[in-house]
């Protein structure tokens, strides 16, 4: 099952702007990921959370995590038209297995 | 380039044929998994390989299914009697082993099941 659940769906946003993505999970994390995957292709990891964190960055990346709502999200600042991909969370737990959502289609027009 | 890299990148079959895929690992990563993923859903864990051994299967890998990791280098996925139902792409991914450490995923193989 898939316990990684996505919001939005899908997402429109025009270059420049922020993409904002959320996560939801309902079971104990040991820590949360953040996948990226362009049509047709394998998921490339973007970025990983601890769950004793709550904010990390990377580049134009920045992932929060609130382990008492259960909850992530993913902030790509000054889209740019090559970010267009699905954005997919997966958590870590207690078995090491990673467990991902159903993801975010992000498009960022140009 | 040695990331992780599955064969064949595409396969058409009939109905009730066998399919085999293969997955070669990042050389010193000794864990390999194997995830299943339809259009429009996030990939659906099917097993996982440390080394040579197969530590958990899910439910979904019916008694069709069988993987394999010999000498705990590449994996091989069977498909056997396939049905439509098994069409979907099939990723491949590795990592170091540590608890938790990110995955590594090759390109994956896309079945077509007609």
């Known amino acids: 099952s898939q316990q990684g659940e996505e919001d939005p769906q899908a997402l429109s946003i025009q270059e420049g702007e922020n993409a904002t993505m959320n996560c939801s999970y309902k079971?104990?994390?040991?820590?949360l990921q953040w996948y990226r995957q362009n049509s047709g292709r394998g998921l490339v990891h973007l970025i990983l959370?601890?769950?004793?964190?709550r904010e990390k960055h990377s580049g134009r990346l920045r992932v929060t995590l609130d382990t008492s709502k259960k909850s992530s999200s993913l902030l790509i600042t000054a889209s740019r038209a090559a970010d267009t991909a699905s954005y997919f969370c997966?958590?870590?737990?207690?078995?090491?297995?990673?467990?991902f959502g159903k993801g975010i289609t992000l498009s960022v027009r140009p | 380039d040695t990331g992780v890299s599955q064969d064949p990148r595409h396969k058409i079959t009939k109905r009730g044929q066998n399919v085999t895929f293969r997955c070669d690992p990042i050389?010193?990563?000794?864990?390999l998994y194997w995830y299943r993923q339809t259009l429009g859903q996030g990939p659906e864990f099917l097993t996982y390989f440390q080394n040579e051994a197969q530590l958990e299967k899910s439910r979904l890998l019916s008694d069709r299914f069988s993987a394999e990791r010999p000498k705990g280098s590449f994996s091989t996925l069977e498909i056997q009697r396939t049905e439509q139902g098994d069409s979907a792409m099939y990723l491949c991914a590795s990592s170091p082993g540590q608890f938790g450490s990110p995955l590594h995923f090759g390109n994956g193989t896309r079945l077509t099941v007609t």
């Open positions: 050389s010193e990563h000794n864990r």
């Open positions: 959370i601890r769950s004793n964190e």
């Open positions: 079971t104990s994390i040991n820590n």
């Open positions: 997966a958590r870590t737990g207690a078995n090491s297995k990673l467990t």
